[in-house]
């Protein structure tokens, strides 16, 4: 057989069996997985690429009359509505019984989990057609937000829908650490769209997981749920320099200061460093989609420990001999003040315990140094003040012979 000459070819060739499928779910399913190729491979505003390329795919086999043809252009049709032609796509003549069931569902249920550090929440709906028996089993759209980076990370579609519920539950009841609850439909819409449209603008998108293959039909399921009535949440404001300094207040005055000895810093040189690291702990929270600086977990203190404060600060040794204790003591009151259960306290301290020396080895080599911070560090450790514009003319000066051998 020939090799198929266009995208669409090659996309008939791949539905070629579409019409012998058992329900409607399945050929949405089939559907969802041949656009997430699509939506994989573009470059920029996915979202606009699958809906332009269904718009093609439909004009572009309008004449088309096989059974494959008619029932695939059925299917893209009900998984991008809003596609150009959709709304004139009909049902072909030799169409399985099953076409007049496709995106004829209803949801029947809207739940939520996640840790109770705030990292992720995932967010289930469950949904049943109108005839099981031409639509298929009760099924579940699953989207997975990640606050740590600000995306919807995966989206899942898969059932059968009491199956996930009941491991889901069963999950969150044996585990202090994670949380569930029913779902107020129009507010878990909201979440996954707004995050998923950072997704869908991401230049790499996230590897593991279903999020392309089933993105379509999560999406247009979702759309089934209601829209909120309350605006999106504003960006979180940005910490002003008195709330920054009440922090540090409070914290120097709590017992997990005390217990690891930051109340009774003195000298000058360990004092400055005290206060350096808590206001890189602090500059990190601003980085964050949420800028709450008691929101903590593991995963953030990994984000700060071996990663950002690498990237974008000049620590001398007092600071990289200070940071790992801040950082332990300032975990354990974060915890207290949002009340999250000692197990949460506990896990956290012994993960950042055991990060300490991956972040010495890391502060030893510089492997992680942004450009800009390693020339900082360079001209730190050659005694130029950074703060002292004439002080680095004259270092640029002195040594552009040895700046351009480098580049």
Known sequence: MAAPQTPYDAVLHA??????????????MLGTALLGSVYSVATADRAAAVREFVGQFLSATARRRTASATTIREVFAALVPDAEGAGEVRAGAQAPAWTAQLGR????????YGDVYGDQTSYVVTFAYDDTEEGGPEHAVVALVDHNIGI??????????????SQVREMCAGDELTWFREEDPARLRTEVDRHLEITDDLGELPQDGNFATDRALAVVRLSLLPRSRVPAPAEPPELTGPD???HVRDFLSSPEAARFGLDTVSADDELASLHFCLSLLLDHAASLPDTDPLRW??????????????RRAVLDMDDAAMLPRVTRAWSAYAMRKKGLPP????????????MIPEFARL???????SPATAAVAQLISEGVDPNDPDAIDAWIETNRHRLSDDS
């Open 15 to 28: 539905a070629r069996d579409v019409a012998k499928l058992d329900c409607a779910l399945d050929a949405e």
């Open 105 to 112: 569902v209803r949801p029947t249920g809207c739940y939520a």
């Open 152 to 165: 919807t990370k995966d989206v899942y579609v898969g059932g059968p829908a009491d199956r996930i519920l």
């Open 244 to 246: 920054r300094e009440q």
């Open 297 to 310: 977990s593991p995963a953030v203190a990994g984000l700060f420990l071996l990663d950002w404060v690498h």
């Open 343 to 354: 197990a949460a306290a506990e896990q956290t301290d012994e993960i950042v315990e055991e």
């Open 363 to 369: 502060y030893a080599t510089g492997e992680k140094r």
